[in-house]
């Protein structure tokens, strides 16, 4: 099958052999299907991955986001059992804090670089993957690309979370903003290079504050033209299908996000108690994907020590009287301070994280 109309564009970062060996699996794969293959990555690519693909970009300029407004939430839910062999909502704990920094403009950049080598190459469509996953076969592209080229389709995307502009939030009414992965995606060359020249980074970083975007998948939607937010500007695109990824991926044994973003960046944090009779902060840490060790001092005194395993989490309380300062230490290295003799901690602490309990039955 003529695939000269085509490109794959893999957007990596490959520090280490693990992430260059996962990645080199998946080039090998793409160039066994017959596709010409791209790489862009803000690090300095080694001579064997230049040689494995047929074109790369390095862009040195990596914008890391470490502002917390601009950072998004992540959201733990935790369940208590029933009683009744199931399980009953618990509390919740949406922070800032559980993110080291915000990619989603680094992501843009080597998005953008790619699909404009890919116009300077004539080429029609592009196929776009993060660089740590794996697929088997090829008929998912095949008919993405038919799609494109001949169903008047201008994507093909995948989406975590669907939008929802009337989700029960345990008990109280939300919005929920599309998840678009950029692990797996599809696209007409000109419609991708369009919307990603569309909106400047001054905006987009306005979106993300002012819309409550949680994290750069929301964004995302929101720049490819699928979000509610479009319609009301006028700027919402038809003709682009969305998928489930976890349906598609079962289904086409697609492979995604074998390295972990942060992966050594435990959820910790401290948030207000929902209860203003309490007048105190609950502490909570956990992590997602291996074994942590927490020491914590409360007014620089050793408070506790403890151990946590891969999703398994420690909560705790402090009362506001006699607080000065907490401290956390993660495998005997200084991870996070709150300073309370500081005039701004507890109002970076409402605004970097919110815990709420579930409503009582």
Request: hydrophobic share 35%; net charge negative.
């Amino acid at each position: 099958m003529d695939k000269t109309n085509e490109i794959i564009l893999i957007h990596a970062h490959l520090s280490d052999t693990e992430r260059k060996a996962i990645c080199h699996k998946f080039i090998e794969q793409f160039k066994s299907f017959g596709y010409e293959v791209l790489i862009a990555t803000h690090l300095p690519l080694d001579k064997d991955t230049q040689e494995l693909v047929d074109y790369a970009i390095y862009d040195k300029d990596n914008i890391l986001i470490d502002d917390p407004k601009l950072k998004g939430f992540l959201i733990y839910y935790a369940y208590t059992p029933d009683g009744k062999g199931g399980h009953a909502p618990l509390f919740n704990i949406a922070s800032r804090e559980f993110f080291k920094y915000n990619t989603i403009f680094a992501v843009l950049r080597l998005l953008l670089a790619g699909v404009t080598y890919a116009k300077l190459l004539n080429k029609k469509v592009i196929h776009i993957f993060d660089y740590d996953g794996f697929l088997p076969f090829d008929n998912e592209l095949i008919e993405n690309s038919d799609k494109i080229l001949n169903q008047g389709k201008q994507a093909v995307l995948y989406a975590g979370e669907t939008e929802d502009l009337d989700m029960d939030h345990w008990g109280a009414k939300g919005i929920r903003h599309w998840q678009i992965n950029t692990l797996i995606m599809s696209f007409d060359v000109d419609f991708l290079y369009r919307r990603l020249n569309k909106y400047p980074d001054d905006h987009l970083k306005k979106m993300i504050h002012d819309q409550g975007m949680h994290m750069g998948e929301n964004l995302l939607g929101y720049i490819l033209g699928v979000s509610y937010l479009n319609k009301r500007e006028n700027s919402f695109e038809e003709n682009i299908e969305i998928k489930n990824l976890r349906e598609t991926s079962e289904k086409i044994g697609f492979e995604g996000q074998k390295i972990h973003t942060d992966a050594e960046y435990p959820w910790i944090c401290l948030a207000r108690d929902p209860d203003p009779a309490k007048h105190g902060y609950r502490f909570f840490a956990m992590p997602t994907t291996s074994e942590i060790h927490v020491k914590l001092f409360y007014n620089h005194e050793l408070y506790s020590a403890f151990t946590c395993s891969p999703w398994g989490y420690r909560v705790d309380y402090f009362s506001e009287a006699g607080l000065e300062n907490i401290t956390i230490e993660v495998n005997d290295k200084f991870f996070r301070e709150y300073d309370f003799t500081k005039p701004d901690t507890k109002e970076n602490i409402l605004l970097h994280s919110n815990w709420q309990d579930a409503p009582k039955q």
